[in-house]
């Protein structure tokens, strides 16, 4: 059975960091290389959105609003994936959700974690 499972959220003080990951288990080496990884957020009240990705080329994106402070990486050897958060803002605040895609002809797979909670406070 194929789990991924976040860690490393918690509570910190405005301009703090932390570093967040997410641990793949039950899939194959070859196919947790293959899967474009993604972290989203969701905060109280608000839709999901896409915080950041790296795809199994290992290239990254980020959105604006995360620009120059976080940095994503993954480890396919140890199947996991990480988001480096630094500068953290209280509009950070949310649970984050570690997802992973990936197409195999007409097929879409996708897994989801379930979420740790980072709170950015003072």
């Known amino acids: 059975q194929v789990q991924f499972m976040e860690s490393g959220g918690g509570t910190v003080r405005p301009g703090g960091s932390l570093r967040l990951s997410c641990q793949v288990t039950?899939?194959?080496?070859?196919?947790?290389?293959?899967?474009?990884m993604e972290w989203y957020r969701q905060a109280p009240g608000k839709d999901r959105e896409l915080v950041a990705s790296?795809?199994?080329?290992?290239?990254?994106d980020y959105a604006d609003f995360v620009k120059g402070r976080f940095v994503v990486s993954r480890d396919n050897l140890e199947h996991s994936v990480h988001l480096q958060m630094n500068y953290l803002r209280p509009e950070d605040t949310a649970v984050y959700y570690c997802h992973g895609r990936r197409v195999v002809g007409d097929t879409q797979y996708d897994f989801w974690g379930q979420g740790t909670q980072v709170t950015v406070s003072s």
């Open positions: 790296i795809t199994h080329g290992h290239a990254r």
């Open positions: 039950g899939m194959q080496g070859i196919v947790f290389a293959l899967n474009d």
